[in-house]
């Protein structure tokens, strides 16, 4: 039998909470990447392109070590922190968001630069000829026509937030109420004698919301192929 | 309008045009076509003259004021050109609505808001482009080019997919444009050149393949 008790709920809101963190954290870097890579050409592009799509073929276990190295409290930028704010990363929470972020980073820089790749270039050049500036053409004409598309890519990359493990639990651990999202509880469910009842809810309330993500990504996706 | 230019421009290896351009000009007069062959290197001129192409060598001068000399480094980007253009499609930003559009470059909103009443689509300025017709936004595509003041005015094709009636609207709202708002223009145009009455032979340029051809 199902039932939705105080540890479950825990692991749905942490879940929610650093999922929506993630995306919150991810969004500026993903546009402005997104945005250089689709309508600038530098020295390096490939290079950079190559650096973004390495958390999707990286080993998310992997990600999580780097991100321990570099910033653990005692990682080459994490002592830093620690010394300077007293801010530490690894087995918090917002570990758990920035693990996310970058697991989820090279998903939603790809959503969001087909949109403005599809973008008719000859938009930018009435703009050029009406006097406006580039900062005030990327505010007012790349990013409203993108929409679509950076909505779909949000959506997109907190689905892949609400699933993430291996980074997660290689960087911040799996603490009850700290850093035990929802794929960590059932984790940590199933290494238990008869943990799979337990691991039901979570594994439904896992679906419904990764389904409702990318459908509505989908949607969004869908807008962008149609409205420019 | 004096609008003098010694251009030489190779384009990309993967672009549309497989020729070199090389052309030179001293145009003076409000009104000046260009006529040409599809592909003859029309819209990569105006593109030129705009900024938003930039030639390997040359010069270009608009009324005394050097906006690209290659040989000092000087090189007077399209946003500061005060040159305005119209594509041949018209190219109305989908978001915005029609006085959206108008007011994008401008600064001066009285202006821009006399220019809707002149050119006719006070009407429609709620309007989202995908919701007028095809006359009507190459009028929203001038005003919102003229809104910005411009010295100079590049329509490119502007009578393509408009019928014969469209046509001579158009054509007499050129001419009233030219003569209220002091504004040169240079249009480029496959045909229609009948339509301006006040075009004389020395205002009318022949291009082919990159090169400009005086009669």
New interface residues.
Partial sequence: MMNLDAGHLEAIQLSLFVSIASTILVLPVAITTAWLLAQTQFVGKSIVEAFVTMPLVLPPVVTGYFLLIIMGRTGLFGRYLWDAFGIQLSFSWYGAALASAIVSFPLAVRSIRQSFEAINPQYDQVAQTLGVSRSRRFLTLHLPLAMPGIIGGSLLAFARSLGEFGATITFVGNIPGETRTIPLAIYSNLQRPNGETESIILVVCSVILSIAAVVMSEVYLSMKRTSI | MKLEFKLQFRPAPRAKESFDMCVEGCWEGELHVVRGPSGSGKSTLL?LF???LTPQAGTITLNDRHLLDTSSQVHV?????????V?Q?S?L???LSVERNIF???QDREFARLLMHALEIDSIKHAKPGNISGGEQRRVAIA??LA?KPELLLLDEPFTGLNEELRHSLCGLLEVIQNEYEVGLIIVSHDYVELFDALDSSSIHFIDCGKLIED
Avoid at chain 2, 77 to 85: L, Y
Wanted: proline share 4%; glycine share 12%.
């Fill in positions: 593109k705009a900024g938003l980007s399209a946003e500061a050109r005060r040159i305005g253009m594509f499609e190219l930003f989908p978001h994008y470059g401008n919102r080019a910005t």
